[in-house]
T-cell receptor, first 117, second 117 residues
Framework: DGGITQSPKYLFRKEGQNVTLSCEQN?????MYWYRQDPGQGLRLIYY???????QKGDIAEGYSVSREKKESFPLTVTSAQKNPTAFYLC????????????????FGEGSRLTVL | AQKVTQAQTEISVVEKEDVTLDCVYE???????LFWYKQPPSGELVFLIR??????QNEISGRYSWNFQKSTSSFNFTITASQVVDSAVYFC??????????????FGSGTRLSIRP
């Protein structure tokens, strides 16, 4: 089945450690996104990418890094510089706004919950 | 700058009541897209609707209807005859149309809807 796969679902990290969250899609979508969800704050955009080897910062990019070496993959690294990394992280992909009837629709993964101990 | 405001943090109604979720947006662009997503307790976001800025026609899909008013920058969502299965967090989102395949899509803080039997 086509979709977005995020791993791991749950992750625990000690302070000062970097951690990488995986996001893979087999929908052949050009655009991919990372959001962070905290209680009462909705989804906040971390990074997004429209094409391989290209990505843009979202509203809360500090303390995070991404790469887009393959169309299918958009991993997110939460670095030790991120002051409050405990959150629910959602990856999404999209055909982009030129993609027909469902243009712009985001297809989401099941999320990764990161807890810093 | 883009902004989406969902002023209602939580709403609780009794089953079969009608309920309206408010969404107010800000953008400098004349071309943009608005979305509604549903996040059930399972956590995975589900696309409900997309509306572009040139189409102010209201839309109805079963018990769901959407009222888009550019004059007040609002895109409200009404559920008629609510059911317990409608209980979820609902997000309004905004994307400014760009010429690339990926555009920045930002979300409101969400409205948690609880339908009591």
């Amino acid at each position: 089945d086509g979709g977005i796969t995020q791993s791991p679902k749950y992750l625990f990290r000690k302070e000062g450690q970097n951690v990488t969250l995986s996001c893979e899609q087999n929908l052949n979508h050009d655009a991919m996104y990372w959001y962070r969800q905290d209680p009462g704050q909705g989804l906040r955009l971390i990074y997004y990418s429209q094409i391989v080897n290209d990505f843009q910062k979202g509203d809360i990019a500090e303390g995070y890094s991404v790469s887009r070496e393959k169309k299918e993959s958009f991993p997110l690294t939460v670095t030790s510089a991120q002051k409050n990394p405990t959150a629910f992280y959602l990856c999404a992909s999209s055909t982009g706004l030129a993609g027909g009837l469902r243009a712009g629709e985001l297809f989401f993964g099941e999320g990764s919950r990161l807890t810093v101990l | 700058a883009q902004k989406v405001t969902q002023a209602q943090t939580e709403i609780s109604v009794v089953e079969k009541e009608d309920v309206t979720l408010d969404c107010v947006y800000e953008t400098r662009d004349t071309t943009y897209y608005l979305f509604w997503y549903k996040q059930p307790p399972s956590g995975e976001l589900v696309f409900l609707i997309r509306r572009n800025s040139f189409d102010e026609q209201n839309e109805i899909s079963g018990r769901y209807s959407w009222n888009f008013q550019k004059s007040t920058s609002s895109f409200n969502f009404t559920i008629t005859a609510s059911q317990v299965v409608d209980s979820a967090v609902y997000f309004c989102a905004l994307s400014e149309a760009g010429y690339s395949s990926a555009s920045k899509i930002i979300f409101g803080s969400g409205t948690r809807l609880s339908i009591r039997p």
